[in-house]
């Protein structure tokens, strides 16, 4: 049985970045460029004003107040008519080409424009306020490197280079089976005895917000046949998870039936709880995750096995969510051999995070994952973990307070 931090590992090193795809540009955003991309010209392309102003000589302007004639009009966008000649200036908005001669740019707020002559007030430094050619980025230089997320900063300068196209990892189409003789589908009307199959929501859900696709086969019944003609199905995705089905019980089928189709387990049970069951294999190169039916386990195992994988294939370099460490409000008790994830609300105080249970740990409890912004890792020996003790919490969700700088 391979610990947690061993088992992440196996998974990891198991899977690859798929295959490369040309998007539009919009529809590259949260995605993973696959190719160095360099300027094909230089940016800015041309020396051009920073300010609304005057296009002046800085030597014409040593000698303050100085009074200079107007000779043109630039606007942006617009295009150079003559140079600037001395004793003189042409008025120039921000962004316009600089005229030939000029070598400073004067604010228009430090001038008192008189309509053909301007007078000015300040001293004039050599280059101020012009944007030189190339000053951003250079021809050719790179600005960005294969294995990048791309965020509307690098839209943004995809779009400044005309990169209409963009090629990105591919997204993951990954099939998610539920199984279980006891499940009924969503909008079927509740019976004892039976639950909603709530897992291929809560996967496709989780699938989703990774960037992947998921694609549901909805529930194979806990006989082979059903499981058979699923599972087939699945492992024609780009990977497959199951849910429930895969812990000791003679109705627990999934390793079983996978193995009968060609599928190589590589582990199964993992030094974790909730989550113990998991198992993992692979079909050549895709993954199959088999992870555990309750509802918690089920997210908590996705959280810290599938997800990973599955961004890894997406090409991101970065896979494993951030995690902070917290001050536990309360005691802990736990059997040794285990790491334990324990739900907890992570709260700002006094400058350090906090962890405080978020209530229930019983594995069939999912109202307590609700509540919980996070996961309590605690140490696989220990037995009680008193509050106080500083312990790393992996983030789940978004509404985290920041700690202040
Ligand atoms: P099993 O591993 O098959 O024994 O499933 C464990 C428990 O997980 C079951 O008793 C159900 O309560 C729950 N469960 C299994 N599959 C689902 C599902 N698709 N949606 C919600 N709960 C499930
Ligand atoms: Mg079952």
Not at 20 to 43: H, K, N, Y
Not at 203 to 211: F, K, S
Request: proline share 7%; with cysteine; glycine share 10%.
């Amino acid at each position: 049985m391979p610990t947690f931090e061993e088992a992440r590992r196996i998974i990891l090193d198991r899977v690859a970045p798929l295959g490369v795809e040309r998007v539009s540009i919009l529809d590259a955003l949260g995605r993973v460029i696959a190719d160095d991309v360099t300027a094909p010209w230089d940016m800015p392309l041309c020396d051009n004003s920073a300010m609304d102003g005057f296009a002046v000589r800085a030597a014409d302007c040593v000698s303050l107040p100085a009074t200079l004639k107007v000779t043109g009009y630039i606007p942006a966008g617009g295009e150079v008519t003559g140079p600037v000649i001395r004793g003189c200036a042409i008025r120039i908005m921000t962004g316009a080409p600089v005229p030939p001669g000029c070598d400073a740019v004067v604010p228009i707020e430090e001038t008192d424009d008189n309509g053909d002559s301007v007078t000015l007030k300040e001293p004039v430094k050599p280059r101020q306020h012009i944007r030189f050619r190339g000053e951003d980025v250079a021809t050719g230089a790179l600005i960005i490197p294969a294995g990048t997320l791309i965020r509307p900063p690098e839209i943004s300068m995809l779009a400044s280079f005309g990169k209409a196209i963009v090629p990105v990892y591919r997204k993951a189409r990954v099939a998610i089976l539920s199984t279980g003789d006891e499940l009924i589908e969503l909008g079927e009307p509740p019976v004892p005895g039976k639950i909603v199959n709530s897992n291929t929501l809560s996967l496709a859900a989780a699938v989703r917000e990774c960037g992947a696709e998921p694609v549901s086969l909805g529930i194979a019944r806990d006989d082979r046949d059903s499981h058979r003609e699923k599972m087939i199905e699945g492992l024609k995705a780009d990977a497959f998870i199951t849910s429930a089905g895969v812990s000791a019980g003679d109705r627990d089928l999934v390793r079983d039936v996978l193995a009968e189709l060609g599928v190589e387990q590589v582990f199964w049970r993992v030094d974790i709880k909730p989550g113990g069951p998991t198992a993992f294999a692979m079909f050549g190169e895709k993954p199959v995750f088999s992870l555990p039916g309750n509802p918690v386990s089920t997210m908590i195992t996705f959280e810290e096995f599938a997800r990973p994988a599955i961004l890894k294939m997406m090409g991101h370099r970065r896979v494993l969510k951030p995690f902070v460490k917290a001050f536990l409000k309360e005691d802990a008790k736990k059997k040794p051999g285990k790491v334990n994830f324990l739900r907890v609300r992570i709260e700002v105080e006094n400058g350090r995070y906090t962890a405080s249970t978020s209530g229930d740990q019983n594995t069939g409890i999912l109202r307590t994952m609700i509540r919980a912004n996070g996961l309590a890792v605690l140490p696989r020996d220990a037995t009680f973990v008193a509050a106080g003790t500083e312990v790393d919490v992996h983030l789940v969700g978004s509404d985290v307070e920041m700690l202040e700088g």
